[in-house]
């Protein structure tokens, strides 16, 4: 139960992420609520047809997408308010506990499975980051495909430090709480230090 709770919370900061991102003044509310539903649910999707799960889990949960639903529709209507203020940081710590928490949660998830490591690894960073892409695309903004911003790196090193922490030992709620925090400090440092990839990793 605490677990489905923490996972609603991530999806309502998602679609809240994807709702105030949205600067293009004029467009309709289901256009809007397409974006946050999209935004929220999008990587999980894709996962379960990855995985070929017998119900995608928003159709096995309905609260999944009610939750994301609402929160779009609660976005739409305070976004400009939002505005006001100059919500961009309200989007990136939104942004960043959306990733962090669901790529852990899953992670730990597909561990606790028997599945490889790598699986649990890439299905943990799929999650978290493919919602985000798609956002970026439908707002017409620079996604992680084409431009040098550590997106999903703090993603990939967060979950591979759990894997390894699992195999380590580690109490799995400790390990759950610790590989969250990385992956939020790592993300917002890289925000506010305006970090990317040096040009030598970069595609001559």
């Given amino acids: 139960m605490f677990v489905h709770v923490i996972e609603i919370i991530c999806i309502c900061a998602f679609a809240l992420s994807a709702v105030i991102s949205e600067v293009n003044k004029g467009k309709d509310i289901i256009s809007i609520l397409v974006l946050g539903w999209v935004t929220a649910l999008g990587g999980g ?3 379960d047809v990855i995985l070929s799960t ?7 949960y309905p609260s999944y997408f009610w939750a994301a639903l609402i929160s779009s529709l609660v976005g739409f209507f305070i976004a400009p308010q939002l505005r006001k203020l100059k919500a961009e940081k309200l989007i990136l710590v939104l942004d960043a506990i959306g990733i962090s928490i669901f790529s852990i949660l ?3 998830k597909m561990i606790h499975q028997d599945y490889a490591a790598y699986v649990a690894i ?6 978290a980051v493919f ?12 996604t992680m495909f084409n431009n040098t911003e550590f997106y999903a790196t703090p993603v990939i090193i967060g979950c591979s430090l759990f894997v390894a922490l699992s195999r380590l030992g ?11 925090a990385f992956i939020i400090i790592f993300r917002l440092y890289i925000v506010v230090s305006k970090k990317s990839f040096p040009k030598y990793l970069l595609l001559r």
């Fill in 54 to 60: 017998e119900q995608v889990f928003w159709i096995q």
């Fill in 106 to 108: 899953v992670t730990k």
């Fill in 170 to 180: 580690l109490n799995s709620d400790l390990n759950t709480i610790i590989c969250i």
């Fill in 45 to 47: 999707t894709v996962r």
């Fill in 131 to 142: 919602g985000g892409v798609v956002r970026d695309i439908i707002v017409n903004r620079p």
């Fill in 122 to 127: 890439t299905m943990g960073t799929i999650t």
